[in-house]
């Protein structure tokens, strides 16, 4: 008699085992790091670059030539610089129709960014700035910059 009773469980269990949900998967770190697809739209935090031109390409400068000018502009005024080319920036800003270069640099163990503001061309590059800041004065040169306040040196 207590089979009946163990055998009417059986079905019971079986039903309810195919009601419970079934479980996430869960991310891994070893996943690429590609994002997922998403349904709705995240809003774009980064900000909008204010040039759209595209630089000048008759005589137009390398980043290789641009870094280098703006490396040995630089040496000129701070010669224990060590320079890092590797991690340079180049930027075309269309106004005021320069290229705006940083290179990282250290002087004695500070960390610090040597700017330049380069119009003209390779055969004549015509400086409109050159200096040295800290990493995060870099922005304030560039809105300078953009702005038509170029001091020269900084």
Excluded: Y
């Amino acid at each position: 008699m207590r089979l009946r009773p163990a055998l009417l469980l059986v079905p019971v269990l079986i039903v309810l085992a195919g009601c419970t949900p079934t479980p996430e998967p869960t991310p891994t770190a070893t996943s690429p790091a590609s994002p997922a697809p998403s349904s709705s739209p995240t809003p774009d935090t980064s900000p909008t670059p204010t040039t759209t031109a595209a630089p000048p390409t008759a005589g137009a400068f390398t980043k290789g030539q641009l870094v280098s000018l703006c490396t040995e502009k630089v040496r000129s005024t701070s010669p224990n610089a060590t320079f890092f080319a590797d991690m340079a920036t180049t930027e075309w800003l269309e106004q005021p129709g320069v290229w705006f270069v940083a290179v990282p640099e250290t002087i004695g163990g500070q960390d610090n960014v040597a700017v330049c503001g380069i119009g003209g061309s390779p055969e004549a590059p015509d400086f409109v700035l050159h200096g040295e800041t800290l990493p995060d004065g870099v922005g304030g040169i560039r809105d300078d910059l953009l702005a038509g306040k170029d001091g020269g040196e900084d």
